[in-house]
């Protein structure tokens, strides 16, 4: 992996997280939303212009991928890229939450 797209990816957005993170089957922006409403119980809104610039960055950064048109509504999958960085953000995750219950991590 590049190390410029860590930089660039890693630690993540709240929004960028949960948009590669809904991407591990095939969406599309407006479905994304939803998604992300549902799941946040409507703490987490990305608005219209947020996860359009998001999905354009990443389909250039190789995370996401076009996967195919529905009702003329683009469809977009993670990579095998993207995978790899949400991995290590769901790590980085999962890290602080254990640090914020006292618990180390044995070296």
């Given at each position: 992996?590049?190390?410029?797209?860590?930089?660039?990816?890693?630690?993540?957005t709240?929004?960028?997280?949960y948009?590669?993170?809904?991407?591990?089957t095939?969406?599309?922006?407006?479905?994304?939303s939803?998604?992300v409403?549902?799941?946040?119980?409507?703490?987490?809104?990305?608005?219209a212009?947020t996860?359009?610039?998001?999905?354009?960055?990443?389909?250039?950064?190789?995370?996401i991928?076009?996967?195919?048109?529905e009702?003329?509504r683009?469809?977009?999958?993670i990579t095998?890229?993207?995978r790899?960085?949400l991995?290590?953000?769901i790590?980085?995750?999962?890290r602080?939450?254990?640090?914020?219950?006292g618990?180390?991590?044995?070296?």
């Amino acid at each position: 992996m590049d190390d410029k797209i860590r930089r660039i990816y890693v630690p993540m957005t709240e929004s960028g997280f949960y948009i590669l993170y809904c991407l591990q089957t095939p969406q599309h922006g407006y479905g994304i939303s939803q998604q992300v409403r549902k799941m946040t119980g409507g703490e987490v809104i990305i608005s219209a212009g947020t996860m359009y610039g998001t999905l354009s960055k990443m389909e250039k950064d190789g995370l996401i991928r076009f996967h195919s048109e529905e009702e003329k509504r683009k469809l977009y999958q993670i990579t095998d890229l993207g995978r790899e960085i949400l991995d290590m953000e769901i790590a980085r995750i999962a890290r602080l939450y254990r640090n914020s219950k006292g618990e180390e991590i044995d070296a």
